[in-house]
């Protein structure tokens, strides 16, 4: 049963992200084309709301469920691998039309062929595991 | 009320929303990153034994695979239930560029056909971009450490120069294909 909190958030996420059409291929096109607010409007919003729980959380020393702290990792620091890292996702992102999240919406939407896409992205991740070794971090 | 909820959710709807979602996350004792599940399941393959990479204990991660099977729900039930039609309203520029490619009536369904359809996808050309897209986008996030929710929404909420760092590489790859590839491909 403790599990069933993480389902009931993913349903809901998956709802939001379907009705919000961010899982569209047209409007990832859309956005970066720059042709219309509705995907900036989308993150800088979940932003501002974002930034200003993480303040409450951080000032209020608000406690999880379990009354544990709430625990902010810093990412590493570093400018290579975000940017090249991130360069590369940003190409499949724009091809594909869809990000990881987005990908587990669309297979429940019924959009199947979205099946090829996510098991290539498993085989990326695969693929990084074996050359992460060598890569600039 | 129902009519607005079977109607796409305005932005100012669905951001604000998505914040909560990360909020639960937090309050749950967890954080909001769509791709580490890509990493969990190359473990639970196997991929521990070629790579140390995948060697951690992903019974810890379960709970991300369950965020995973709620969101393919969500998904089922709003595009079952809760939505009227599948109609993009996109901007009439967008549109003509997509037309100018070779696609009918872009934005009347929710995917493009030329790229997600059945002969798109049994072509060698369409095969690989969907291919080449998931490849991009899971050896990408794992090297960038995050995707759009886990640098985008988490980790500029914290307000993490990295995650800034790599938003601003996930736009410069997005970009450069949407420019500079995609007209020769589609």
């Known amino acids: 049963m403790k599990y069933l909190k993480f389902i009931a958030i993913g349903f809901v996420f998956g709802i939001i992200m379907y009705k919000s059409q961010a899982v569209s291929w047209f409007r990832i096109y859309e956005m970066f084309r720059f042709e219309a607010f509705h995907m900036y409007g989308i993150i800088s919003s979940a932003l501002m709301l974002g930034i200003a729980f993480v303040q409450i959380i951080k000032r209020r020393n608000i406690k999880n469920i379990y009354g544990e702290e709430i625990q902010f990792t810093p990412k590493a620091k570093s400018v290579t691998r975000y940017l090249l890292g991130g360069g590369i996702f940003g190409l499949g992102w724009a091809l594909a039309g869809a990000c990881p999240g987005p990908m587990y919406v669309l297979i429940g939407a019924g959009a199947y062929s979205i099946l090829i896409v996510l098991a290539a992205a498993i085989l990326g991740t695969f693929l990084y595991g074996l050359v992460r070794s060598k890569l600039p971090h | ?186």
Request: charged share 10%; aromatic share 14%.
């Open chain 2, 1 to 186: 009320m129902i009519d607005a909820i079977l109607q796409p959710w305005p932005w100012y709807v669905s951001g604000p929303l998505i914040a909560l979602v990360m909020l639960f996350l937090l309050l749950t004792g967890k954080n909001f990153g769509m791709s580490s599940n890509l990493r969990t399941m190359c473990s639970i393959g196997g991929a521990g034994k070629v790579a140390d990479f995948f060697k951690f204990d992903w019974k810890r991660q379960v709970w991300n695979l369950m965020v995973v099977v709620g969101a393919v729900a969500g998904g089922f039930v709003a595009a079952h239930f809760l939505s009227a039609d599948t109609v993009i309203d996109l901007n009439q520029d967008t549109v003509v560029a997509l037309e100018s490619s070779g696609f009918i009536n872009p934005g009347e369904k929710y995917v493009p056909d030329e790229i997600y359809g059945w002969e798109a996808v049994t072509s060698f050309k369409g095969l690989m971009i969907l291919i080449v897209g998931g490849l991009f986008i899971g050896f990408g996030t794992r090297w960038a450490g995050g995707c759009t929710s886990g640098h985008a929404i988490s980790g500029l909420s914290n307000l993490q120069l990295p995650s800034l760092i790599a938003v601003i590489g996930f736009f410069i790859g997005g970009i450069v294909m949407t420019f500079f590839i995609l007209p020769y491909l589609l």
